[in-house]
């Protein structure tokens, strides 16, 4: 009986860490997600950024976007051209591709 309510004791402690592990990873907004709010079509609430004059963008504009992440893509050596975007963050050797 005391076996099971340590491993119980420990599973919700293990559990309450992670939670609040998750919380904290989520209140930062990625670099490039951080805008002028006039940029962005869907805003993350509660998230911060390292200018308070900036928003962190949950979907920025599509005008205004640069980085691969922006497109749901990833660096990657090749693509079909259909899936590729001009962005700033992939290296030279590399082009941005759409997931699917």
Request: proline letters at 3%; charged letters at 20%.
């Amino acid at each position: 009986m005391k076996l099971r309510i340590s491993v119980l004791l420990v599973a919700l402690v293990a559990i309450l860490l992670h939670s609040a592990e998750y919380t904290t990873a989520n209140s930062i907004c990625p670099q490039e997600n951080c805008l002028d709010s006039t940029k962005c079509e869907h805003f993350v609430v509660g998230a911060t950024c390292p200018r308070s004059s900036d928003t962190c963008c949950s979907i920025v504009k599509s005008e205004h976007r640069t980085h691969c992440h922006h497109f749901a893509g990833e660096c990657m050596d090749t693509c079909t051209l259909s899936l590729r975007h001009a962005v700033v963050d992939c290296p030279s050797d590399k082009v941005c591709c759409t997931l699917v």
